[in-house]
């Protein structure tokens, strides 16, 4: 039995640079996306709770 044929490193390198390329910048604008709409809410002022005696 042989064994299978695998396909050189760089090459399997070059099919994979595109994918994972576009998968990075969707992850960076998600993160931009939701800082943009948590920001606000982290900075906002915290409501005053009264302290139970």
Do not use: F, K, N
């Amino acid at each position: 039995m042989t064994e299978p044929s695998r396909p050189e490193p760089l090459a399997c390198r070059h099919r994979h640079a595109w994918p994972l390329a576009a998968l990075t910048e969707l992850i960076g604008d998600c993160a931009q996306a939701a800082g943009e709409v948590y920001r606000p809410v982290a900075e906002a002022p915290r409501p005053h709770r009264p302290t139970s005696p």
